[in-house]
T-cell receptor, first 112, second 114 residues
Framework: KQEVTQIPAALSVPEGENLVLNCSFT??????LQWFRQDPGKGLTSLLL?????REQTSGRLNASLDKSSGRSTLYIAASQPGDSATYLC???????????FGKGTKLTVNP | DAGITQSPRHKVTETGTPVTLRCHQT?????MYWYRQDPGHGLRLIHY???????DKGEVSDGYSVSRSKTEDFLLTLESATSSQTSVYFC?????????????FGEGSRLTVL
């Protein structure tokens, strides 16, 4: 059974810092990996989708990488801002999207 | 935001009453999902649909039923609400032609069962 782990559960950094969020998984037979952010009381917002054949995706200050052999994905946030404060979740697709597995998330706080 | 709206956004009801949550999409995507999100459990799939009148159970389907009579609407019904169904419910769609596309979520429906 696929297990997805996001460590740490919470992270606090000063504004302007570059940071990395981690998503580890136990089964490399995935077809994609997606990163989301969730603001308090809101739904999940899709940030980046990486297909299994890709190594990374970039959007603005965000860069997500995927290393299936090591069972790891990272979300790199450059020059963090207070507006980046949110919970970040990863999901892994395998065997169809009805079998998506979500991590529990990392709660990020960026302090002014 | 993939044109997903959920209604109602907030509801308080009493144990034993029926509740229906609606998910509406504007882009005619085939795959739609209902999740619940609870502290300590994360996101869990309740039911999903792969077309009009085509639905199937997810991880936590007991006590829930769904219907999809039109492509754009996916309804989640709690036939007799219980306190354990107090949760935030999210509708999602997959934008792929198959069920392996990018997932987009609605804003959520917060349900409190007293």
């Amino acid at each position: 059974k696929q297990e997805v782990t996001q460590i740490p559960a919470a992270l606090s950094v000063p504004e302007g810092e570059n940071l990395v969020l981690n998503c580890s998984f136990t089964d490399s037979a995935i077809y994609n990996l997606q990163w989301f952010r969730q603001d308090p009381g809101k739904g999940l917002t899709s940030l980046l989708l990486i297909q299994s054949s890709q190594r990374e995706q970039t959007s603005g200050r965000l860069n997500a990488s995927l290393d299936k052999s090591s069972g790891r994905s990272t979300l790199y946030i450059a020059a963090s801002q207070p507006g980046d404060s949110a919970t970040y979740l990863c999901s892994l697709g395998q065997g169809g999207s009805e079998k998506l597995v979500f991590g529990k998330g990392t709660k990020l706080t960026v302090n002014p | 935001d993939a044109g997903i709206t959920q209604s109602p956004r907030h509801k308080v009801t009493e144990t034993g009453t029926p509740v229906t949550l609606r998910c509406h999409q504007t882009e005619n995507h085939r795959y739609m999902y209902w999740y619940r999100q609870d502290p300590g459990h994360g996101l869990r799939l309740i039911h999903y649909s792969y077309g009009v009148k085509d639905t199937d159970k997810g991880e936590v389907s007991d006590g829930y039923s769904v219907s999809r009579s039109k492509t754009e609407d996916f309804l989640l019904t709690l036939e007799s609400a219980t306190s354990s169904q107090t949760s935030v419910y999210f509708c999602a769609i997959s934008t792929g032609v198959t069920n392996t596309g990018e997932l987009f979520f609605g804003e959520g429906s917060r349900l409190t069962v007293l």
